[in-house]
């Protein structure tokens, strides 16, 4: 039951809210950097380990289905341990999956990468089971997509940076390095892939000791914890009030919805280098298209910042957001070369303020079950496990190109949950 005392408590933090936005925001950046290096990491497992395009987005599935596997329990966890330790918890976690990718490297064994992906996922699960709900609940529900967006903004600052700098330590000369073991017998090919392989330990022992000093730093942070608001303003222990996460059609449509926004995000930004090389263009020009797919998402970001919602409503953001993802898929479909790539980096734009739109639609009105509703939420990220997979086995049979029709049917369904989908089963209690 919400008692008046928990509704002070929220109130009390919610007016010192600051110092919890920067703690929250940092640990955003977190969830950019580690989710976006796969980015490169795709590439460059598929030329180290000899992968086809199929194999490589297994980097994407191993990582993103964690989020399916682990949310509930995340759910369960942060009931135990509350938001502080639980976040701390899923820093270590993380921590412990960038450490597993030094014997993956030094013996350059696929299966090892993956679980360290794995790892990896389901400490973020944790970590964004916690700051999701914290972030929307911090302020009114209406300008919910406004403070998930300033949380965007350092996750595209995040995505921007880690793909750059891991590309120019890993993926620095690899269109002379293919080409190079391509006349190799296997003795030397076997070597120069091993050196290849070998350059990722450092990187990620450094990304590893980072994660643990984040770890204590929340742990010794005093971020307070919060009280979920009632459900659609109405007390919880009326004999009215919803007594099931399922009698909330709204959360469960939105949770169809954010699985296909992962995913058409995760192939956005972890296929476009792949696609650039397909399309003729060098691998060292080719290694930053995903900072400039993120590039695109900050610019939205700091849209729906200024705007939401002075002057547009967070539901209006979906609807054009979806169009123009349509509009998007579809130029870089009938068209070739730069301008064809240049299409899919727009997509970052696209893709900008869905997620900071569909999470406050999902999770509004859910009272005493926003932390389950927050951890369903979070499993439906695996979607950017399952489509990226999707157009891997599309490019393997067609090409990297017509792969992207995948895209079209998912926007499709974003723009119904804007346009109506977000209403149905929404009868405030009386």
């Not at 993380?94 to 990718?101: D, E, I, P, R, Y």
């Not at 998402?297 to 910042?305: A, K, P």
Request: charged share 10%; aromatic share 12%; with cysteine.
């Amino acid at each position: 039951m919400i008692t008046i005392s928990d509704t002070e408590k929220m109130l009390k933090v919610q007016k010192r809210g600051l110092h919890p936005m920067i703690i929250i925001g940092a640990l955003f950046f977190i969830f950019g950097f580690v989710t976006w290096v796969n980015s490169v990491l795709i590439p460059y497992l598929q030329i180290a380990c000899v992968l086809n395009n199929f194999q490589s987005y297994l980097v994407a599935f191993a990582f993103y289905i964690s989020y399916f596997v682990m949310a509930s329990p995340s759910g369960l966890v942060l009931k135990k341990t509350g938001y502080r330790k639980g976040i701390s918890l899923g820093l270590l976690f993380v921590a412990v999956g960038a450490f597993v990718f030094i014997p993956a490297a030094l013996y350059r064994i696929y299966f090892i990468f993956l679980i360290g992906l794995f790892i990896q996922g389901a400490g973020l699960a944790l970590l964004q089971t916690a700051a999701n709900p914290y972030v929307t609940i911090l302020g009114p529900i209406e300008s919910g997509a406004k403070r998930m967006s300033i949380m965007g903004i350092c996750n595209g600052i995040a995505g921007i940076i880690a793909p750059a700098v891991l590309g120019i330590l890993i993926l620095k000369n690899t269109n002379e390095i293919t080409a190079q073991i391509a006349d190799m017998d296997v003795f030397d090919k076997a070597k120069a892939l091993d050196q290849l392989a070998h350059k990722i330990i450092t990187p990620y022992i450094v990304i590893g000791l980072i994660l643990v000093l984040s770890a204590l730093w929340i742990w010794r942070s005093g971020l307070p914890e919060m009280a979920e608001p009632p459900e659609d303003g109405v007390d919880i222990s009326l004999k009215t009030a919803k007594a099931s996460i399922l009698q909330f059609p709204h959360l469960l449509i939105g949770i169809v919805v954010l699985f296909l926004y992962v995913g058409v995000e995760a192939i956005a930004g972890n296929t476009v280098i792949q696609y650039g090389t397909s399309q003729g263009i060098p691998m060292s020009v080719s290694k930053f298209f995903t900072s400039y797919v993120l590039t695109g998402m900050l610019i939205g970001y700091l849209v729906g910042i200024l705007c939401i919602p002075k002057y547009f409503s967070q539901r209006l953001a979906l609807i054009v957001s979806s169009g123009f993802g349509i509009v998007c898929v579809i130029g870089a479909l009938f068209t070739q070369g730069v301008t064809s790539v240049l299409f899919v980096i727009f997509l970052g734009l696209a893709n900008s303020l869905m997620y900071p739109s569909i999470w406050p639609l999902a999770i509004d009105g859910l009272g005493r079950f926003t932390k389950i509703g927050s951890s369903l939420l979070v499993m439906a990220i695996c979607g950017g496990a399952l489509l990226p997979l999707a157009y891997g086995w599309l490019a393997d049979r067609f090409n990297t190109q017509q792969a992207y029709w995948i895209v079209i049917p998912c926007y499709l369904v974003i723009g119904y949950y804007a346009v109506s989908g977000y209403r149905v089963g929404r009868k405030l209690i009386k």
